[in-house]
């Protein structure tokens, strides 16, 4: 198993952990309104969406292959006004097959995005040991919160 490579399951687990770990940071900053990306220098989505809707929107998601070729091709014809229920079902179904040779991106990042920006707590965040302060900016000119990478957010301390 090659942690930079994670297959679905393996990208499917770090969302989780990001989440839980999201929750984390929640419950010891209450006031913090934010929300979840993944994100690297060409682009971002939100962990939350429909797969086939975050990878049609940051196709840089997943590492190149054959698969993601198909992948990105069966997903530009997965347009539900174009296309009747039974191709929808043909094309979720070949979907699935290729699931299992994609690979994700392990360096992708997971990272906060502001509601408000409150700067004093963003400042505090930077610092704060439930986020990867190498991977955030420590400057008060960036606002940037980094939790982690898809490979290592699993693996983050959630308690010190």
Same mark, same amino acid.
């Given at each position: 198993?090659? $942690?930079?490579?994670? %297959?679905?399951?393996? *990208?499917? #687990? !770090? =969302? !989780?952990? !990001? &989440?839980?770990? *999201?929750? &984390?940071i929640?419950?010891? $900053?209450?006031?913090?309104?934010?929300?979840?990306? =993944?994100?690297?220098?060409?682009?971002?989505?939100k962990? %939350?969406?429909?797969?086939? %809707?975050?990878?049609?929107? *940051?196709?840089?998601l997943?590492?190149?292959?054959?698969?993601?070729?198909?992948? =990105?091709?069966?997903?530009?014809?997965?347009?539900?006004?174009?296309?009747?229920?039974?191709?929808q079902?043909?094309?979720?179904? #070949?979907?699935?097959?290729l699931?299992?040779?994609?690979?994700?991106?392990?360096?992708?990042?997971? #990272?906060?995005?502001?509601? @408000?920006? %409150?700067? @004093?707590?963003?400042?505090?965040?930077?610092?704060?040991?439930?986020? @990867?302060?190498? =991977?955030?900016p420590?400057?008060?000119?960036?606002?940037?919160?980094?939790?982690?990478?898809?490979?290592?957010?699993?693996?983050?301390?959630?308690?010190?």
């Amino acid at each position: 198993m090659n $942690h930079h490579r994670p %297959d679905l399951s393996q *990208f499917q #687990e !770090a =969302l !989780a952990a !990001a &989440n839980r770990h *999201f929750a &984390n940071i929640r419950k010891k $900053h209450p006031t913090l309104r934010a929300y979840l990306v =993944l994100s690297s220098r060409s682009g971002q989505t939100k962990p %939350d969406s429909e797969l086939a %809707d975050s990878i049609r929107e *940051f196709p840089s998601l997943l590492l190149d292959n054959t698969a993601k070729t198909k992948t =990105l091709e069966l997903i530009k014809k997965l347009k539900p006004k174009e296309s009747t229920k039974p191709e929808q079902i043909q094309l979720k179904d #070949e979907l699935k097959e290729l699931a299992g040779d994609i690979e994700f991106d392990g360096n992708i990042q997971v #990272e906060l995005r502001f509601h @408000d920006h %409150d700067y @004093d707590l963003i400042w505090q965040l930077q610092a704060d040991d439930l986020v @990867d302060c190498e =991977l955030t900016p420590q400057t008060r000119a960036s606002i940037r919160i980094v939790l982690g990478t898809i490979t290592d957010i699993g693996r983050i301390r959630l308690e010190r």
